[in-house]
């Protein structure tokens, strides 16, 4: 099976945009969570999606959000960028059973200028 | 809530030896799942190795093993033979079984250095 796919891999924005980011996920995998990765605060989860519907949310601003559609595929989208939101964006599917590992995509990686 | 500490910020080990990294969590759950990710400089999160927590026994894959301890909410990684590939930062991840979803909480990471 091909692994999980995220697109762009790498964005610069500058501060007040928005952006979009994409997320693949391995086929047959119906979860579908985002994290973000930086220096100073290191993994944080962001929210997760599981049958289009948000199941868990992580401790962001309203500022970031995300969708699912009904092929899986997901989007995170961030509104009036900060210079903060700099980091590797990480989208991760799992396989809906008992353990439901995470099997995690190569990254975006967004530099807010 | 959850929390994962690892307190080791970087180790460093001879090729073909051994060495343990370490991962202490804090939670009031009795069933979870445990994790480790390697992520090497491609920044590519992947799973080494992972432990249900109403399994007694460690898990082992092939030269990857866990020393769990769920009294002391501990949870080691021991990696034998080390090779170069092995370099990389070693994530340890804690996961609810008592809650519905995939969320992982992660611990701050140990970068492990292997010389040659």
């Known amino acids: 099976k091909a692994g999980v796919t995220q697109t762009p891999r790498y964005l610069i924005k500058t501060r007040g945009q928005q952006v979009t980011l994409s997320c693949s996920p391995i086929?047959?995998?119906?979860?579908v969570s985002w994290y973000q990765q930086t220096p100073g605060q290191g993994l944080q989860f962001l929210f997760e999606y599981f049958s289009e519907t948000q199941r868990n949310k992580g401790n962001f601003p309203g500022r970031f959000s995300g969708r699912q559609f009904s092929n899986s595929r997901s989007e995170m989208n961030v509104s009036t960028l900060e210079l903060g939101d700099s980091a590797l964006y990480l989208c991760?599917?799992?396989?809906?059973?008992?353990?439901?590992?995470?099997?995690f995509g190569p990254g975006t990686r967004l530099l807010v200028l | 809530a959850q929390t994962v500490t690892q307190s080791q910020p970087e180790m460093s080990v001879q090729e073909a030896e051994t060495v343990t990294l370490s991962c202490t969590y804090d939670?009031?759950?009795?069933?979870?799942?445990l994790f480790w990710y390697k992520q090497p400089p491609s920044r590519q999160m992947i799973l080494v190795i992972r432990q249900e927590a109403y399994k007694q026994q460690n898990a082992t894959e092939n030269r990857f093993s866990v020393n769990f301890q769920k009294a002391a909410k501990s949870f080691s990684l021991k990696i034998s033979d080390s090779q170069l590939g092995d370099a990389a930062m070693y994530f340890c991840a804690y996961r609810s079984a008592e809650t519905s979803g995939s969320r992982l909480t992660f611990g701050e990471g140990t970068q492990l250095t292997v010389n040659p």
């Open positions: 086929s047959g995998h119906r979860s």
């Open positions: 939670t009031s759950e009795s069933d979870y799942y």
């Open positions: 991760a599917s799992s396989d809906p059973g008992t353990v439901e590992t995470q099997y």
